[in-house]
T-cell receptor, first 117, second 112 residues
């Protein structure tokens, strides 16, 4: 149980285009999902917290107009990288938390590797 | 600001030996810690967690130790196997929405 999927697993796009990444909780409902970015040989950095039915909360330094997050259902959150540039190339990972308690463990997706040419 | 960091960026051990990965945290109010394993190109995988009301917790071949006095966390892996090769992150649950704050990571290499 507690499986989180991401789609696509990898994507290559041209500079200036937009890319949408999906995060799905397959066997549980997730009121809260988190989006992380990870550069090579670095740790995971939280980008934003996504709550179903409300606006996402972005971490300091993350542009909300560039990284659009939509959490339309209890099993799906999407991250859209708008007008992508080469510096946006990274490994994007989502996690989902069952229930509503902060004490619940987060389950991570397999990640999406984005390469912007 | 609050941060979770690691003492050793890389660790190389012989197969069958025990491994110890260390982590220092700065927020003395933190009450929940997690160790994750991340293999290349994959998302983090939960290994073991511990709450601040404990100083030790054991799982299958893994043990987490928490020393709140010096704000130190460690992960011990017994009889390390080649499949244990990965990057290990400690994480601290913090933030207003219970988000995780990750340490820098330690790469564990197991030599056959």
């Amino acid at each position: 149980g507690a499986v989180v999927s991401q789609h696509p697993s990898w994507v290559i796009c041209k500079s200036g285009t937009s890319v949408k990444i999906e995060c799905r909780s397959l066997d549980f409902q997730a009121t809260t999902m988190f989006w992380y970015r990870q550069f090579p040989k670095q740790s995971l950095m939280l980008m934003a917290t996504s709550n179903e039915g409300s606006k996402a909360t972005y971490e300091q330094g993350v542009e909300k107009d560039k990284f659009l997050i939509n959490h339309a259902s209890l099993t799906l959150s999407t991250l859209t990288v708008t007008s992508a540039h080469p510096e946006d190339s990274s490994f994007y990972i989502c996690s989902a938390r069952p229930g509503t308690s902060f004490l619940e463990t987060q389950y991570f997706g397999p990640g999406t590797r984005l390469l912007v040419l | 600001g609050e941060s979770v960091g690691l003492h050793l960026p890389t660790l190389s051990v012989q197969e069958g030996d025990n491994s110890i990965i260390n982590c220092a945290y700065s927020n003395s109010a933190s009450d929940y810690f997690i160790w994750y394993k991340q293999e290349s190109g994959k998302g983090p995988q939960f290994i073991i967690d511990i709450r601040s009301n404990m100083d030790k917790r054991q799982g299958q071949r893994v043990t987490v130790l928490l020393n709140k006095t010096v704000k130190h966390l460690s992960l011990q892996i017994a009889a390390t196997q080649p499949g244990d090769s990965a990057v290990y992150f400690c994480a601290e649950k913090g933030g207003s929405q219970g988000n995780l704050i990750f340490g820098k990571g330690t790469k564990l290499s197991v030599k056959p």
